[in-house]
């Protein structure tokens, strides 16, 4: 059997031709998106506590919410970062997780069983990351000699966000800042 194809070039031609016919006819075969859709795997859980310094948020508010958090089997990573008066959680779920609206729901729950949260703190806040084939991103920014005023620039971005709302194709517009 060794040495078979160096006698046959015809069959190695066939096979190769077999591939090339294979490759073509999977890829003009293959469904194709336009824009597909992807499964966002990440959550934010954002906590504020005016006037509590970073340790104390820590000890008091994060520590407590990633506690809860880990308890879900399907949760990858879990990052956070106590500031002087807001407790960041970043969750990253598993990669096998292909419909992550459930998982968020029991992280939902897992978070609400947690009630000895400081007084003076805010509701534990969900946000899921959207993820789209196409986004923007705009940024306004202040560039005049005097000092910068959030009235104008809150004015402008939610003019902006009108707009762009009308636009067709739209599906969402945050304001951050």
Known sequence: MQGSLYNHPRVVWLILLLIVIAGFNSFFNMPKLEDPHMESRIVQVTTLYPGADAERVEAEITEKLEGKIREVPEVKTVRSVSNP?????????????DDAKPITARLRDKVSEVTDLPAGSSAPDFSDTRIYAHSAILSLTWHADTPINYAILGRHAREIESKIRNLAGTDFVDIIG
């Open 85 to 97: 008066g807001v407790s960041l959680i970043t969750i990253e779920l598993e990669d096998r997780v």
